[in-house]
């Protein structure tokens, strides 16, 4: 199993928690907590895979993606009481998943023979928008909408990561780190200090 | 025909018909009872080929499907009130087109070449993404929230048939209906006895 | 460049624009303007590329479809309060995108092979998905729903290029143009007089 690969697993279980906790909270039955769990795990991934043609999308290819999602989905259904007694650590590994999405898509990307710059936004998509379908389906305020650094920071760390690649002064295996580590403390601090960027000031015409 | 594609148009329409009926609630002109009957009707089986690799999707390649649409949603655009006195029959021929796109969509999935486990799936997908872009799109509460018995019920009946077909024990013929009897009498009993999976309880911290 | 390529920039602009006035309103960072332009900008057109298998999609063949988005969501982020005191304008540029979009997308699946009635199909989901997209991911009701006359003024003006393609008595040059020319001013003439059809009554059982 490649670095990459593993990288990929533990971003996709974070996220898939973060999806059937939704369903916890509205007190769904199992099924529920798959469904969410899956296009939270693997929504964005598989829009990326379809936008870049590279289908069947990744887990048709490798049905272990499939196994994860419902593995942990299911062990969330029996633990989310206790899963969500640490929500601090929730957003803390979500920022952790996020960071992973954003340079693993970015990889993928560029291995699949895109543009730079598209390779960049693919990380993007990758890390959000599995959150974003989340959202739709559950009704909450879309990520996008919200405020805070998110999209941003994985922008960051795609960018850092295709950047470096471009360059290719480092071996890959550091640049990726390096662009999970740019993703990561951008979130975090987001987190810990409530960061956002200044946003758009609508005046009302009078 | 085949035996499969009479069971798709049957299910199609069907699904067309829930969508449009949407439209009329809301009071819309024939146009977007067309927009929404059509995603309701083709929306599941469109994004199961577009991850499958199936493209162009269906009905592209065979414009039957988009006729069926049309006439499906004009027809309901002018007796809907008929119809729609009829709900309590709706709700089971909901079930039915539902029964009909999990064993479907499993049974594509397969032809296509694609892991059983991904078949299992491809079925729910195909069964239940058509109502959740309706219900998205018409802001309504999404059938993934709701508690009732619903993708659970696909995935019992897609599930049966890919393990049927698994073993070869039974002609194809018999194995797809066997998988539609299972989705359609477990919704059924669900519609009838109000039955739901026991779901998550949360439990609010103090 | 070729006309077609042109009129399509010009749709994506003006759709990028209308994007990025919802992230203004919902005083967003420029992340935000930034998503939101560029999933109303492309998101039909990439759509429409997914279901023709037309992969990887137009902006990752030909990045500069993602320049063209990332400059119109940043100038739009700087100078959305003077762009919105125009609002009566941005109605008229939309009418045009979407005029543009239903006639350019219904030539790009010509171009692809498309039957012909598929081809009048693509021309409303390149003209209407990416405003759908928008209105759902900002919680907006969604413009399927609304009652106006747009969708049809869609379909009216790709429904005509293709039937003036299929006879082939005119260059393509005015054909397009003349598809451009029937959406525009059905769109606008129910801007102007605030024309709907008629909707179906639901009447209530007593």
């Given at each position: 199993?490649?670095?990459?690969?593993?990288?990929?697993y533990?971003?996709?279980?974070?996220?898939?928690?973060?999806?059937?906790?939704?369903?916890?909270?509205?007190?769904?039955?199992?099924?529920?907590?798959?469904?969410?769990?899956?296009?939270?795990?693997?929504?964005?991934?598989?829009?990326?895979?379809?936008?870049?043609?590279?289908?069947?999308?990744?887990?048709?290819?490798?049905?272990?993606?499939?196994?994860?999602?419902?593995?942990t989905?299911v062990?969330?259904?029996?633990?989310a009481?206790?899963?969500?007694?640490?929500?601090?650590?929730?957003?803390?590994?979500?920022?952790?998943?996020?960071?992973?999405?954003?340079?693993?898509?970015?990889q993928?990307?560029?291995?699949?023979?895109?543009?730079?710059a598209?390779?960049?936004l693919?990380?993007?998509?990758?890390?959000?928008?599995?959150?974003?379908?989340?959202?739709?389906?559950?009704?909450?305020?879309?990520?996008i909408?919200?405020?805070?650094?998110?999209?941003?920071?994985?922008?960051?760390?795609a960018?850092?990561?295709?950047?470096?690649?471009?360059?290719?002064?480092?071996?890959?295996?550091?640049?990726?780190?390096?662009?999970?580590?740019?993703?990561?403390?951008?979130?975090g601090?987001a987190?810990?200090?409530?960061?956002?960027?200044?946003?758009?000031?609508?005046?009302?015409?009078?």
């Amino acid at each position: 199993m490649s670095f990459v690969t593993l990288l990929d697993y533990i971003g996709i279980i974070v996220f898939v928690i973060t999806g059937a906790l939704v369903a916890a909270r509205n007190e769904n039955d199992i099924i529920s907590f798959v469904i969410l769990g899956a296009v939270t795990g693997i929504g964005g991934g598989t829009l990326r895979d379809m936008m870049l043609g590279q289908t069947p999308v990744f887990w048709i290819r490798e049905p272990i993606y499939i196994y994860i999602c419902l593995a942990t989905s299911v062990m969330t259904f029996f633990t989310a009481h206790f899963i969500s007694r640490y929500q601090k650590y929730i957003l803390w590994a979500d920022a952790l998943g996020m960071a992973l999405f954003s340079v693993v898509g970015a990889q993928i990307a560029l291995g699949a023979g895109a543009p730079e710059a598209v390779a960049v936004l693919m990380g993007v998509i990758t890390a959000i928008f599995g959150g974003i379908i989340r959202d739709t389906l559950s009704s909450n305020e879309s990520l996008i909408m919200r405020k805070e650094i998110y999209a941003t920071a994985s922008f960051a760390g795609a960018l850092t990561y295709v950047a470096l690649e471009h360059f290719q002064i480092l071996p890959t295996g550091i640049t990726l780190w390096i662009g999970v580590a740019v993703t990561f403390s951008l979130r975090g601090a987001a987190i810990i200090y409530n960061l956002r960027l200044p946003g758009y000031r609508w005046v009302r015409t009078p």
